[in-house]
């Protein structure tokens, strides 16, 4: 299974099936619904990650300290790419098909992916000072993400400099696509470059190199940031439907009565 926020259907021919839900007026409801669920969750799992990472998980032997930033850190690093890569997936629908929902998702979850975004740079130079003597460094990495937030920030200036919706949303994709050979050039960079920027500690080719439980804080911190990522997209993307398509929230509360 793919990982995806809920909200990603492509359209097929039929309307039947799970494919409804890619009507705005079918998926305002069910996103209504799954919000309380993910946010509860969310704040689960931080909560249990948080407590991993920040009492039971050891010392580290050559960072001390410090390195407990990086269950955030890399949590965050991860949602940042991850969330545009779904940006871009909705881009990718919203331009073939013409799929209303998805050029909706693709600016719900721009603001939260660039709140990651922010948070990675933010927390690698809390990481970096005591580390590398340095807030910041014009590391290939480091600028790559970079590079990231301002994709994330012109997207939405992009989004915010019309009011023509279509205009924006069609705008908005093409920008997200052409942006999206950033991404693995973040990933790949501590490889194709020599960087100060640690290697990866956890990846699918190789067993980790960090100890278990440290480890386990880090997944703990990648579910919360999804199920958070999700919670507040879902609840943004009802805002934007019913901003544009004021008839679903009237339906929906005819129907609730």
Same mark, same amino acid.
């Given at each position: 299974?793919?990982?995806?926020? %809920? ?16 009507? %705005? @007026? ?71 098909? #013409? ?11 721009? %603001? ?17 000072? %005591? ?29 915010? @400099? ?19 050979? #950033? ?19 956890? #990846? ?31 609840? /943004? ?14 339906? #929906? /509360?005819?129907?609730?009565?």
């Amino acid at each position: 299974m793919s990982p995806s926020l %809920p909200g990603a259907t492509p359209v097929a021919a039929s309307g039947s099936g799970w494919v409804r839900y890619a009507s %705005p @007026a079918v998926f305002y409801p069910l996103a209504g619904r799954l919000i309380p669920l993910l946010a509860l969750a969310a704040a689960l799992f931080a909560a249990a990650g948080l407590w991993v990472g920040l009492a039971v998980a050891p010392t580290d032997s050559q960072q001390g300290e410090v390195y407990r930033i990086l269950f955030i850190h890399v949590a965050a690093a991860w949602m940042s790419m991850f969330l545009y890569l779904v940006m871009a997936g909705y881009a990718a629908l919203g331009l073939i098909y #013409n799929t209303r929902l998805s050029f909706m998702m693709m600016r719900a979850l721009a %603001p939260t992916g660039a709140l990651f975004t922010f948070l990675t740079l933010w927390t690698g130079a809390l990481w970096g000072k %005591p580390t590398w003597g340095a807030w910041w460094v014009w590391d290939a990495r480091l600028t790559s993400e970079l590079i990231l937030l301002f994709l994330y920030l012109g997207f939405m200036a992009l989004q915010a @400099a019309t009011d023509d919706i279509r205009r924006a949303d069609r705008g908005g994709a093409i920008l997200l696509l052409a942006g999206v050979v #950033n991404v693995p050039i973040i990933y790949f960079s501590v490889r194709w470059w020599s960087t100060l920027h640690q290697g990866a500690s956890i #990846n699918l080719t190789t067993a980790p190199s960090m100890a278990r439980i440290m480890v386990t804080a880090m997944l703990l911190m990648v579910a919360a940031f999804w199920l958070y990522s999700a919670a507040v997209a879902l609840a /943004r993307v009802r805002g934007i439907i019913a901003a544009r398509e004021p008839g679903v929230l009237h339906a #929906n /509360r005819k129907e609730a009565r």
